[in-house]
């Protein structure tokens, strides 16, 4: 079973940076595609990005296009997620999940327990 630990979450001024961390255990990125959610209070969980190991299409939802990037080190098992050009509007609990595109298509994955952030000044 896959186990993953997200960190990286905080507070942030708009217009500011963070990178989140999502790491793996053993091979789990050897079998799922690993992406990012978040959960907004009082709003239902929204994906956000989730690389493809087939086509090569990642996933972004339209409201992070152009400002947020996944990426991976293969090396530390990690997965990350660069957001840049932070909005109040991005203030969520965020989460990893693998098996994501299974998770975009209302299926269940492998989560991790989640990392909050805010986006205020």
């Known amino acids: 079973q896959a186990q993953l630990v997200e960190s990286g979450g905080g507070l942030v001024q708009p217009g500011g940076s963070l990178r989140l961390s999502c790491a793996a255990s053993?091979?789990?990125?050897?079998?799922?595609?690993i992406g990012w959610f978040r959960q907004a209070p009082g709003k239902e969980r929204e994906g956000v990005s989730c690389p493809s190991s087939s086509d090569g299409n990642t996933y972004y939802a339209d409201s992070v296009k152009g400002r947020f990037t996944i990426s991976r080190d293969n090396a530390k098992n990690t997965v990350y997620l660069q957001m840049n050009s932070l909005k109040p509007e991005d203030t969520a609990v965020y989460f990893c999940?693998?098996?994501?595109?299974?998770?975009?298509?209302?299926?269940?994955?492998?989560w991790g327990q989640g990392t909050q952030v805010t986006v205020s000044s």
């Open positions: 999940a693998a098996d994501c595109w299974t998770v975009l298509a209302g299926g269940s994955g492998y």
């Open positions: 053993g091979s789990t990125l050897d079998y799922y595609a």
